[in-house]
């Protein structure tokens, strides 16, 4: 990236009550989702009329912006959690989202260190998140930022992420 292009590269904490903010939220998130690494469909309206509210209401929730200028270009989403063999909070990192337009010019990484000051700030012991085994780039910047593969027992390998879906 060059001098000219990080001067106007602009990181910061969302606001969810700041209306420009929440439309730089649905806005990013959506391009994320239609992505392939995001499941390749769009957000569905309910979630682009309801996410920012609900986000807003959760106070273990908070989400950091990047701008270009005026132009929204990258989302990190978090949710803070618990560890109980720790007993402190952890943060998980649950969306990291830069467009493509500005993909390999660390954006992402800007926005993970602010998230990761955010949770010192709340006394989190860690940070946590999942990412796609073909998702080399992204693996790549995880690695380079201080992620590593979660494990208790090399005997027992890695832990891999699952899900249920509830309907």
Known sequence: MSVAALSRLHVLRADYANPGHADALVSVLNAYAQDPAGGGAALSEYTKTHV???LASRPQAFSVLAFDGSTPVGLVNCIEGFSTFQCRPLVNVHDVAVLASHRGQRVAEQMLALAEAIARERGACKLTLEVLQGNQSAR???????FAGYQL???LGQAQ???KWLA
Do not use: I, K, N
């Open 52 to 54: 920012v509210r609900e």
């Open 140 to 146: 790549r910047l995880y690695e380079r930022v201080g």
């Open 153 to 155: 027992d090399p005997a």
């Open 161 to 163: 992420f699952m899900q």
